[in-house]
Protein backbone atom coordinates (compact mmCIF):
# COMPACT_ATOMS: atom_id res chain seq x y z
CA UNK A 1 0.00 0.00 0.00
CA UNK A 2 1.46 3.26 -0.89
CA UNK A 3 0.40 6.48 1.44
CA UNK A 4 -1.98 8.88 -1.06
CA UNK A 5 -2.96 12.75 -0.78
CA UNK A 6 -6.02 13.48 0.24
CA UNK A 7 -8.02 16.54 -0.49
CA UNK A 8 -8.00 19.50 2.33
CA UNK A 9 -9.79 18.84 5.36
CA UNK A 10 -13.03 19.17 5.82
CA UNK A 11 -14.07 22.32 7.94
CA UNK A 12 -14.56 21.67 11.73
CA UNK A 13 -18.38 21.01 12.67
CA UNK A 14 -20.44 23.23 14.54
CA UNK A 15 -19.68 22.24 18.47
CA UNK A 16 -22.09 20.18 20.36
CA UNK A 17 -24.34 22.41 22.68
CA UNK A 18 -22.94 22.24 26.19
CA UNK A 19 -23.56 19.18 28.03
CA UNK A 20 -23.43 18.57 31.56
CA UNK A 21 -21.60 15.37 31.71
CA UNK A 22 -19.10 13.13 29.02
CA UNK A 23 -22.15 10.53 29.16
CA UNK A 24 -24.45 13.72 28.43
CA UNK A 25 -22.23 14.64 25.40
CA UNK A 26 -21.89 11.30 24.08
CA UNK A 27 -25.59 10.78 24.01
CA UNK A 28 -25.73 14.11 22.21
CA UNK A 29 -23.88 12.68 19.49
CA UNK A 30 -25.22 8.93 19.02
CA UNK A 31 -29.01 10.30 19.21
CA UNK A 32 -27.85 12.79 16.02
CA UNK A 33 -26.36 9.78 14.39
CA UNK A 34 -29.56 7.70 15.18
CA UNK A 35 -31.28 10.54 13.34
CA UNK A 36 -29.10 10.87 10.41
CA UNK A 37 -29.06 7.32 9.55
CA UNK A 38 -33.43 7.55 9.93
CA UNK A 39 -33.52 10.31 7.41
CA UNK A 40 -31.19 8.62 5.18
CA UNK A 41 -33.00 4.79 5.27
CA UNK A 42 -36.12 7.22 4.06
CA UNK A 43 -34.35 8.95 1.53
CA UNK A 44 -32.25 5.46 -0.35
CA UNK A 45 -34.00 3.37 -2.13
CA UNK A 46 -33.95 -0.47 -0.48
CA UNK A 47 -31.97 -1.58 -3.06
CA UNK A 48 -29.27 0.94 -3.41
CA UNK A 49 -26.56 -1.06 -1.58
CA UNK A 50 -27.80 -5.24 -2.78
CA UNK A 51 -24.89 -7.09 -4.04
CA UNK A 52 -28.03 -8.97 -6.52
CA UNK A 53 -29.28 -5.50 -7.68
CA UNK A 54 -26.68 -3.40 -8.03
CA UNK A 55 -23.44 -4.18 -10.07
CA UNK A 56 -21.84 -1.11 -8.82
CA UNK A 57 -22.06 -2.42 -5.12
CA UNK A 58 -20.83 -5.43 -6.05
CA UNK A 59 -17.90 -4.20 -8.14
CA UNK A 60 -17.10 -2.30 -4.45
CA UNK A 61 -17.77 -4.67 -2.42
CA UNK A 62 -15.14 -7.24 -4.13
CA UNK A 63 -12.42 -4.15 -4.96
CA UNK A 64 -12.58 -3.61 -1.29
CA UNK A 65 -12.15 -7.24 -0.34
CA UNK A 66 -9.43 -7.60 -2.53
CA UNK A 67 -7.56 -4.63 -0.99
CA UNK A 68 -8.24 -5.80 2.45
CA UNK A 69 -6.30 -8.95 1.66
CA UNK A 70 -3.71 -7.63 0.11
CA UNK A 71 -2.98 -5.01 2.95
CA UNK A 72 -2.97 -7.67 5.01
CA UNK A 73 -0.86 -9.95 3.69
CA UNK A 74 1.36 -7.35 3.41
CA UNK A 75 1.66 -6.77 6.90
CA UNK A 76 2.67 -10.39 7.27
CA UNK A 77 -0.59 -12.26 8.13
CA UNK A 78 -1.00 -15.39 6.34
CA UNK A 79 -4.11 -16.33 8.03
CA UNK A 80 -7.39 -14.63 10.47
CA UNK A 81 -7.55 -17.57 12.04
CA UNK A 82 -6.00 -16.79 15.08
CA UNK A 83 -6.59 -13.25 15.06
CA UNK A 84 -9.48 -11.13 16.86
CA UNK A 85 -11.10 -8.59 15.17
CA UNK A 86 -13.37 -6.21 15.75
CA UNK A 87 -16.06 -3.89 13.88
CA UNK A 88 -17.24 -0.66 14.99
CA UNK A 89 -20.91 -0.24 13.29
CA UNK A 90 -21.38 -3.84 11.80
CA UNK A 91 -24.48 -2.77 10.27
CA UNK A 92 -26.76 -5.99 9.21
CA UNK A 93 -22.99 -7.81 9.14
CA UNK A 94 -22.11 -7.60 5.53
CA UNK A 95 -18.20 -6.97 6.95
CA UNK A 96 -18.19 -9.47 9.55
CA UNK A 97 -19.28 -12.11 6.84
CA UNK A 98 -16.41 -11.10 4.49
CA UNK A 99 -14.26 -11.48 7.62
CA UNK A 100 -15.16 -15.05 7.97
CA UNK A 101 -14.87 -15.79 3.88
CA UNK A 102 -10.67 -14.43 4.56
CA UNK A 103 -10.56 -16.88 6.79
CA UNK A 104 -11.64 -15.47 10.53
CA UNK A 105 -12.90 -17.55 13.25
CA UNK A 106 -16.35 -16.52 14.22
CA UNK A 107 -15.38 -17.16 18.07
CA UNK A 108 -13.02 -14.44 17.54
CA UNK A 109 -15.14 -12.02 15.42
CA UNK A 110 -17.36 -9.73 17.18
CA UNK A 111 -19.20 -6.08 15.73
CA UNK A 112 -20.80 -3.11 17.53
CA UNK A 113 -24.11 -1.88 16.55
CA UNK A 114 -25.81 1.35 17.56
CA UNK A 115 -28.86 0.91 16.11
CA UNK A 116 -30.76 -2.45 16.88
CA UNK A 117 -32.52 -3.43 13.71
CA UNK A 118 -29.51 -3.87 12.07
CA UNK A 119 -27.63 -5.86 15.71
CA UNK A 120 -31.03 -7.83 15.46
CA UNK A 121 -30.13 -8.39 10.78
CA UNK A 122 -26.42 -8.93 12.02
CA UNK A 123 -27.27 -11.97 14.39
CA UNK A 124 -29.77 -13.46 11.99
CA UNK A 125 -27.19 -13.57 9.35
CA UNK A 126 -24.34 -14.61 11.01
CA UNK A 127 -23.18 -17.67 12.88
CA UNK A 128 -24.06 -17.65 16.52
CA UNK A 129 -20.41 -17.47 17.38
CA UNK A 130 -20.12 -13.97 16.00
CA UNK A 131 -20.31 -11.59 18.80
CA UNK A 132 -22.92 -8.65 18.37
CA UNK A 133 -23.01 -5.90 21.05
CA UNK A 134 -25.89 -3.51 20.54
CA UNK A 135 -25.64 0.18 21.77
CA UNK A 136 -22.98 2.90 22.11
CA UNK A 137 -19.07 2.05 21.16
CA UNK A 138 -17.82 4.27 23.82
CA UNK A 139 -20.13 2.39 25.99
CA UNK A 140 -18.78 -0.79 24.88
CA UNK A 141 -16.59 -3.64 27.24
CA UNK A 142 -13.94 -4.39 25.15
CA UNK A 143 -10.59 -5.18 26.61
CA UNK A 144 -7.53 -2.69 25.97
CA UNK A 145 -4.93 -4.58 23.49
CA UNK A 146 -6.91 -7.51 22.67
CA UNK A 147 -7.86 -6.76 19.36
CA UNK A 148 -5.52 -7.82 16.53
CA UNK A 149 -8.36 -5.55 14.16
CA UNK A 150 -10.68 -2.66 14.81
CA UNK A 151 -12.36 -1.82 11.45
CA UNK A 152 -14.66 0.99 10.85
CA UNK A 153 -16.39 1.32 7.25
CA UNK A 154 -18.39 4.92 6.47
CA UNK A 155 -18.61 5.33 10.21
CA UNK A 156 -16.74 8.50 10.95
CA UNK A 157 -18.03 10.03 7.84
CA UNK A 158 -21.51 10.26 9.61
CA UNK A 159 -19.91 11.76 12.87
CA UNK A 160 -20.00 15.45 12.80
CA UNK A 161 -18.53 16.55 16.00
CA UNK A 162 -14.81 16.28 15.79
CA UNK A 163 -14.47 15.83 19.76
CA UNK A 164 -16.43 12.41 19.14
CA UNK A 165 -14.90 11.40 16.27
CA UNK A 166 -11.35 11.75 18.21
CA UNK A 167 -12.97 9.81 21.28
CA UNK A 168 -13.79 7.05 19.36
CA UNK A 169 -10.78 6.96 17.49
CA UNK A 170 -8.90 6.98 20.66
CA UNK A 171 -11.42 4.30 22.23
CA UNK A 172 -10.76 2.07 18.79
CA UNK A 173 -6.94 2.60 19.38
CA UNK A 174 -6.98 1.40 22.87
CA UNK A 175 -8.79 -1.72 21.96
CA UNK A 176 -5.96 -2.71 19.26
CA UNK A 177 -3.04 -4.84 20.24
CA UNK A 178 0.30 -3.73 19.82
CA UNK A 179 1.81 -4.71 16.12
CA UNK A 180 -2.14 -4.96 15.18
CA UNK A 181 -3.89 -1.95 13.70
CA UNK A 182 -6.82 -0.06 12.86
CA UNK A 183 -8.67 -0.69 9.38
CA UNK A 184 -11.18 2.00 8.25
CA UNK A 185 -12.53 2.74 4.85
CA UNK A 186 -14.45 5.80 3.99
CA UNK A 187 -14.99 8.52 1.45
CA UNK A 188 -12.88 11.62 1.91
CA UNK A 189 -14.94 14.60 -0.07
CA UNK A 190 -17.99 16.32 1.19
CA UNK A 191 -21.47 15.71 -0.44
CA UNK A 192 -23.24 18.83 -1.46
CA UNK A 193 -26.49 17.08 -1.32
CA UNK A 194 -26.19 15.14 1.92
CA UNK A 195 -25.54 17.31 4.66
CA UNK A 196 -25.56 14.46 7.63
CA UNK A 197 -22.05 13.23 6.53
CA UNK A 198 -18.87 15.25 5.72
CA UNK A 199 -15.44 13.41 4.36
CA UNK A 200 -12.71 12.37 6.35
CA UNK A 201 -9.63 12.98 4.26
CA UNK A 202 -6.22 11.34 4.98
CA UNK A 203 -4.97 13.95 6.79
CA UNK A 204 -7.94 13.41 9.25
CA UNK A 205 -7.06 9.93 9.92
CA UNK A 206 -3.45 11.02 11.00
CA UNK A 207 -4.29 13.29 13.31
CA UNK A 208 -7.51 11.12 14.64
CA UNK A 209 -4.48 8.17 15.05
CA UNK A 210 -1.04 10.14 15.10
CA UNK A 211 0.99 7.56 16.93
CA UNK A 212 0.01 5.06 14.15
CA UNK A 213 1.59 4.25 10.92
CA UNK A 214 -0.76 5.03 7.83
CA UNK A 215 -1.11 2.62 4.67
CA UNK A 216 -4.00 3.94 2.59
CA UNK A 217 -4.92 3.30 -0.95
CA UNK A 218 -7.68 4.72 -2.39
CA UNK A 219 -10.20 3.00 -3.81
CA UNK A 220 -14.32 3.00 -5.60
CA UNK A 221 -15.31 4.55 -8.32
CA UNK A 222 -17.36 7.80 -7.35
CA UNK A 223 -20.85 6.67 -6.04
CA UNK A 224 -22.94 9.01 -8.35
CA UNK A 225 -21.17 8.07 -11.65
CA UNK A 226 -20.92 4.23 -10.74
CA UNK A 227 -24.75 4.08 -10.15
CA UNK A 228 -25.22 6.11 -13.32
CA UNK A 229 -23.51 3.90 -15.74
CA UNK A 230 -24.14 0.35 -13.62
CA UNK A 231 -27.38 -0.62 -16.12
CA UNK A 232 -26.78 1.57 -18.86
CA UNK A 233 -22.82 0.95 -19.67
CA UNK A 234 -21.23 -1.31 -16.90
CA UNK A 235 -18.21 -1.81 -19.62
CA UNK A 236 -17.06 1.93 -18.67
CA UNK A 237 -17.01 0.98 -14.86
CA UNK A 238 -13.65 -0.22 -14.75
CA UNK A 239 -12.31 2.37 -17.15
CA UNK A 240 -13.44 5.47 -14.99
CA UNK A 241 -12.18 3.55 -11.57
CA UNK A 242 -8.89 3.75 -13.19
CA UNK A 243 -8.41 6.92 -12.72
CA UNK A 244 -7.58 8.69 -9.54
CA UNK A 245 -9.60 12.00 -9.31
CA UNK A 246 -12.57 9.81 -9.47
CA UNK A 247 -11.99 7.29 -6.74
CA UNK A 248 -14.07 8.99 -3.74
CA UNK A 249 -13.09 6.73 -0.82
CA UNK A 250 -9.60 5.36 0.99
CA UNK A 251 -9.18 2.46 2.89
CA UNK A 252 -6.34 2.73 5.23
CA UNK A 253 -4.15 0.20 7.65
CA UNK A 254 -3.30 2.13 10.78
CA UNK A 255 -0.76 0.31 12.42
CA UNK A 256 0.09 0.46 16.17
CA UNK A 257 3.85 -0.02 17.37
CA UNK A 258 4.99 -2.78 18.71
Not at 9 to 33: I, K, L, N
Request: proline share 9%; with cysteine; charged share 20%.
Amino acid sequence: MTEVPGPPAAPPAAPAPAAGSTAAFARHETDAVRERYARRAAAVAADRYSLLASPAALREQQQRLRAMAALWRAHGWATLHDKALCEVGCGAGGNLADLLRLGAAPARLSGLELLPERAAAARAALPAAVRVVEGDALQADMTPGSQQAVLAFTVFSSLLDDAFQQRLAAAMWRWTAPGGGVLVYDFTVDNPRNRDVRGVPLARWRALFPQGRVQARRLTLAPPIARALEHRAPALLPLLEALPPLRTHLLAWITKPT
